[in-house]
């Protein structure tokens, strides 16, 4: 059960989230649902392509980055969900066998004027690869409930 | 196979790229791996959420722009991928049941001033529920390759 309120939470902080691999039948069975380019579900195609191999959705180390998200951070937290992302950037290809590791910054907290019941805490997220090479990072305002 | 180049495309142009329907299971499903957050997989602990019942993680709102924009426009143009996402903005509830139509219009072509081979095109896309309603927009770059 949650028990972190918005009241916890202070810029500055930051959450480790662990690490997941990908490995080729996850990145292809991902992009063959949401995301079927040839870089993505055709390794000879992608071997051709400016990525030189098979390479994952975007928006699959998008998942992957919210569910480490939930499972080290976001269940304990009584969230209330987001309204977006702001600078999402894929830096660099994730590739078959990759380990990707996530880390979660809190740059700014701010009750909301408009729901005394919550505030807004602006967060900046990264995923890296097992070289240490960033592969996407983002920064997303979520929502938290205040004590009473 | 992809026949539309950089050349083809322009400024204004505007495409319907069809719709899909979300199911409960898909939804669960989608969130169960991704984005576990109660108001996402747990029925009865969404209609306690200011949700009043469950909705889909927003990511796989994107999946399913994803999808719809490989299907009806992406997998005709010799795409080189995308660097990220600006202002994606999560609008409103998806809910069990709900068809969701998308929408891309160019806004804008550019020549890559650091590889010849490409250009980026900047894209505005939106997806609606059945109701007409915006559950999300997004500004997005793709790189698509030039004609030699």
Chains 1, 2 share one sequence.
Not at 4 to 21: H, K, N, P, W
Not at 24 to 38: G, H, K, N
């Amino acid at each position: 059960m949650p028990d972190i309120y918005f009241e916890d939470l202070a810029a500055g902080q930051e959450y480790d989230l662990g690490s997941r691999t990908l490995d080729r039948a996850a990145i292809v069975d991902f992009a063959t649902e949401f995301d079927p380019q040839p870089f993505h579900v055709d390794e000879e195609a992608a071997e051709q392509s400016i990525y030189g191999g098979l390479i994952a959705s975007g928006w699959q180390t998008c998942g992957v980055y919210m569910r480490l998200l939930c499972d080290s951070f976001l269940l304990q937290v009584h969230s209330m969900g987001s309204p977006g992302v702001d600078e999402l950037r894929w830096l660099g290809p994730v590739r078959p066998g990759d380990t990707l590791s996530a880390k979660l910054r809190i740059d700014e907290v701010r009750v909301s004027k408009s729901k005394p019941d919550r505030g807004i805490i602006m967060t900046a997220g990264e995923v890296r690869n097992q070289e240490g090479d960033l592969v996407l990072t983002l920064k997303s305002p979520l929502m938290v409930r205040r004590r009473q």
